[in-house]
Nanobody, 115 residues
Framework: QVQLRESGGGWVQEGGSLRLSCAAS????????MGWYRQAPGKQRELVAT???????NYADSVKGRFTISRDNAKNTVYLQMNNLKPEDANVYYC?????????WGQGTQVTVSP
């Protein structure tokens, strides 16, 4: 059983920055694919960014150039650096772990951006 613990969410003014962290335990981290997703009330969960075990990254068009996903395999942790935040970035952010056929989600961390 993989457990994911997200942290770093909070309130920020438009144009500000936050860094989210997701610490994984109970699974094989170094060869996993990790991702960040977000979900607004009443909407589907959407991809924000993913990172493979080799460090290849993929971003949603809406966050390219503003968000950076990274990982530290020694700490079993994936990060999401969010810069120049906009009100439309306000969501619950979820960490996702994928290894082979197994997928696990964190419980989410709230990000609030005020104009």
């Amino acid at each position: 059983q993989v457990q994911l613990r997200e942290s770093g969410g909070g309130w920020v003014q438009e144009g500000g920055s936050l860094r989210l962290s997701c610490a994984a335990s109970g699974g094989i981290f170094s060869t996993s694919v990790m991702g960040w997703y977000r979900q607004a009330p009443g909407k589907q969960r959407e991809l924000v960014a993913t990172i493979t075990s080799s460090g290849n990254t993929n971003y949603a068009d809406s966050v390219k150039g503003r968000f950076t996903i990274s990982r530290d395999n020694a700490k079993n942790t994936v990060y999401l650096q969010m810069n120049n935040l906009k009100p439309e970035d306000a969501n619950v952010y979820y960490c996702k772990y994928n290894y082979g056929p197994w997928t696990y989600w964190g419980q989410g961390t709230q990000v609030t951006v005020s104009p």
